[in-house]
Each structure stands twice: as C-alpha cells, then as structure tokens.
C-alpha cells in the first residue's frame, strides 16, 4: 500500500531537483564572487560582485515559449537551473555569444527520471562530459544555450517579445558590457 506513494514522493523529489536549487541560488558563494541572475518574471539580467548589484540588463529576451525547469530540442524554452560559463564566440551571429553548460547533471537527472533519457542516454551524457569537459549539445534535452547580443535581430522585436529559441538575448551593447564582467567558470542563475 505504501509502495505507490513512495514511489510518486520520490518522483516528485526528482521532478523538483531544479526547483530546489533554484531555492538557493540567488545567494552570493562569497562576498567576491561576480554572478549573474537572469530572472524570468521581470525580464532583467543582474550582474552581481556578492550581494551588490553591479550591472542591470532589461528588457532581456528569453526564449519564445518561456522559461521552465525542463527544457527539449526545438521546444524553444529557456531552461532554469544554475549553470557556468563555459566558452566565449567572438565572431558570433550574434554579436557576442557566451555559452553556458546547458544540459547540466541536474537536467540529465531530471531526463532519465522523466523518461525523456534513457539508461544509455545518461550513460553518454556523463561519458560525453567526461571525454570533453562539456555536456553533451546535441540530445533531446537540446544545447547551445547562452546569453547572446541581437546581431541581426530587431532591437523592436527585442523590446516587446521574448524571441529565441531558448537563449537569453540582450543587445549588442548590453552584450559587450557583460563580456568585459564575466569570464569562464561565471555562475548564472536563471530563475
């Protein structure tokens, strides 16, 4: 009888992995430390240097259906979670792109236990980052996530829409400036 409500407490759990990071994340590791809060109800991006707000970005664009926890290949949300810088592309489409670590081990938790992954596939995601030092980008959960510049966007649709297919874009001026704060291994919390 206990059985199936084991087992839905422990789905629950798995399901809200992200959810009780998020909890934490928007605190500071150290009174040094520069971070980045993309927050997704009021469409702004905040650079932090511990608990002092550095920069503000708004409106920022995140991607065209919203912002969830779970994201999937062509879904076109931008996925919550906490993530690190992990490369810079200079000569982007986008003006400046600065990827993040999208899928992170949390996603691919929450993957196999949702079902989206199976068994192998969460095997070879780890395998993946293990060989590379970097998820996977090309699986179900999708890839390719960061914050980027509008490049040829239109600064019009930029100002009223979120518009990407699951990025955080700001505009190329905004982009520029972020860059000269960030480096590799910066932590971003999208909320």
């Given at each position: ?26 605190l500071p590791r150290h009174g040094g430390e520069v971070w980045i809060l ?129 990025c955080v874009a700001v505009t190329d001026a905004e982009i520029e400036r ?14």
């Amino acid at each position: 009888m206990l059985a199936p409500l084991t087992l839905a407490v422990g789905h629950e759990a798995q399901a809200n992995l992200i959810e009780t990071m998020l909890a934490r994340a928007d605190l500071p590791r150290h009174g040094g430390e520069v971070w980045i809060l993309v927050d997704d109800s009021d469409a702004t991006l905040s650079v932090y240097r511990g608990d002092l707000l550095l920069e503000r970005f708004a409106p920022v664009s995140l991607g065209r259906s919203g912002a969830d926890t779970m994201r999937t290949y062509g879904g076109n949300v931008t996925p919550k979670g906490e993530f690190r810088v992990n490369r810079f592309n200079w000569e982007s489409q986008w003006h400046i792109f600065i990827g993040l670590d999208y899928p992170t081990p949390a996603h691919a938790r929450m993957a196999l236990t949702s079902g989206l992954y199976t068994e192998q596939d969460y095997a070879d995601y780890f395998a993946y980052y293990r060989r590379h030092g970097y998820p996977p980008q090309q699986t179900v959960l999708g890839g390719f996530i960061g914050i980027h510049g509008l490049g040829r966007a239109d600064p019009e649709v930029h100002a009223s829409y979120h518009w990407t297919q699951g990025c955080v874009a700001v505009t190329d001026a905004e982009i520029e400036r972020l860059s000269e704060l960030v480096d590799i291994g910066t932590r971003v919390v999208i909320r």
